[in-house]
């Protein structure tokens, strides 16, 4: 689903609110449309799930591309698709949690 749609009407006049932190969903967002009464709230495990399906696409592909606004390489989603498939299925939600910048720093002190 595109983030700049809202999901009920269709209507581009939408914006993004993060969540706080303190509400115990860190990588949680909302998505509230200006145009009808539509809130769709996005809990971290869609966000995990968006995050892993945007990096298989990266090697599937084998071009690099924008991944929660950073460019990633075939080689660093390589690496970051090989770490999510060793978690195990709790710790694979927590996976889109973190911003990627200290995910990819992590996953190469584990594989190095």
Not at 16 to 23: A, H, N, S, T
Not at 56 to 84: C, N, P, S, W
Request: proline share 4%; with cysteine.
């Amino acid at each position: 689903m595109s983030e700049d749609v809202c999901p009920e009407c269709k209507s581009t006049d939408v914006s993004v609110v993060i969540d706080d932190e303190r509400l115990g969903e860190k990588g949680a967002y909302t998505i509230v449309c200006g145009a009808c009464p539509c809130e769709l709230h996005v809990p971290a495990e869609a966000t995990a799930r968006s995050r892993i399906g945007a990096l298989r696409t990266i090697v599937r592909e084998h071009r690099a591309a924008r991944v929660d606004g950073y460019i990633v390489d075939a080689f660093t989603a390589q690496m970051l698709v090989k770490v999510y498939e060793a978690l195990s299925p709790a710790n694979r939600e927590k996976f889109g949690k973190p911003n990627l910048e200290k995910l990819v720093n992590l996953g190469w002190k584990v594989v190095s």
